[in-house]
């Protein structure tokens, strides 16, 4: 099927690392992202990965990915209470020359002070 | 440089009645995709322009359509409004071949 697949709820400590998880379907999608989004906003693209890669690093975001088995991570690493926001994850499929994002459920990420 | 500019932010409407949205992508981006999002189904693809063709459909009623103009700004139209189409509408903006997609704040239709 279509779904790419998070876990719904995360609660960390401050300061702890939060690693969030996404289970993506099309193996032949080029560019994973992973979104934040905040109370009555919009998405915020935090960072992306091209598919032949395994890591990728952001200052405290690392983002790794496992292509055999279609796993996506996102770790932050000493989260902040300005952390707290669902994170979607997003896999790029192409078809026919175009492209649409096929967005995750979302994962609540909230931190405890 | 401005970002992705999305108005109205909010809006109310009827049952019955027909809205237009519009989105304002970030100058020099030629591609603008919309997306549907509510609580119980997510985010999904309505449609995707780029320089001011269709060239992808998502799998919604032909109440939901849209348009780009030439310099790039995008509108989509909902006819014929349903209770299930109260959502946040999100547009991104993006310049192939580049894979960043950069979005709006969305805006939030109500429909009573």
């Known amino acids: 099927g279509e779904d790419v697949e998070q876990s719904l709820f995360l609660s960390v400590r401050e300061g702890d690392s939060s690693v969030i998880n996404c289970t993506y379907t099309?193996?032949?999608?080029?560019?994973l992202y992973w979104y934040k989004q905040e109370p009555g906003a919009g998405l915020q693209l935090l960072t992306y990965?091209?598919?032949?890669?395994d890591m990728k690093q952001d200052q405290r975001l690392t983002v790794l990915l496992n292509k055999k088995d279609k796993h996506l991570s996102l770790r932050i690493a000493d989260t902040q209470t300005g952390d707290s926001a669902i994170y979607f994850c997003?896999?790029?499929?192409?078809?026919?020359?175009?492209?649409?994002?096929?967005f995750g459920t979302g994962t609540r990420l909230k931190v405890l002070a | 440089k401005a970002g992705v500019t999305q108005t109205p932010r909010y809006l109310i409407k009827t049952r019955g009645q027909q809205v237009t949205l519009s989105c304002s992508p970030i100058s020099g981006h030629r591609s603008v995709s919309w997306y549907q999002q509510t609580p119980g189904q997510g985010l999904q693809f309505l449609f995707e322009?780029?320089?001011?063709?269709?060239?992808n459909k998502g799998n919604f009623p032909g109440r939901f359509s849209g348009r780009q103009f030439s310099n790039s700004r995008s509108e989509m139209n909902v006819s014929t409004l349903e209770l299930g189409d109260s959502a946040l509408y999100l547009c991104a903006s993006s310049l192939p071949p580049s894979p960043e997609a950069f979005f709006g704040q969305g805006t939030r239709l109500t429909v009573v």
């Open positions: 997003a896999e790029r499929r192409t078809t026919s020359g175009t492209y649409k994002y096929i």
């Open positions: 990965i091209f598919s032949n890669m």
């Open positions: 099309d193996s032949s999608s080029t560019y």
């Open positions: 322009y780029f320089s001011e063709t269709q060239r």
